[in-house]
């Protein structure tokens, strides 16, 4: 069983940085994909961006230019640092891991990190 557990969220002020990681335990394969969402209290749950088994990133616009997500495969850990941070970036996050076996796809969430950036 997969399981993604979040940290590094906080209070950080407005023009601050962050670095949040997603420690993964269980075996997610050679075909995935792990990404970053939040969601704001009253909003639907927002896409960030995500990395690939390969290596590939992808950015919402939102965030492009500020967040950048990586990995440390030898600690199965994905980060999203995000830097030049504002007030409605406050959120909930969540990693979530999109794993392929014999085709199927099965999803992972972890329980969220809060982020919260005053002015």
């Known amino acids: 069983q997969v399981q993604l557990v979040e940290s590094g969220g906080g209070l950080a002020q407005a023009g601050g940085s962050l670095r949040l990681s997603c420690a993964t335990s269980g075996s997610i394969g050679s075909s995935h994909i792990m990404a970053w969402y939040r969601q704001a209290p009253g909003n639907q749950r927002e896409f960030l961006a995500s990395?690939?088994?390969?290596?590939?990133?992808n950015y919402a616009d939102s965030v492009k230019g500020r967040f950048t997500i990586s990995r440390d495969h030898a600690k199965n850990t994905v980060y999203l640092q995000m830097n030049s941070l504002k007030p409605n970036d406050t959120a909930v996050y969540y990693c979530?891991?999109?794993?392929?076996?014999?085709?199927?796809?099965?999803?992972?969430w972890g329980q969220g990190t809060q982020v919260t950036v005053s002015s």
């Open positions: 990395i690939t088994s390969g290596g590939g990133t």
């Open positions: 979530k891991a999109n794993i392929w076996i014999i085709g199927l796809r099965n999803e992972y």
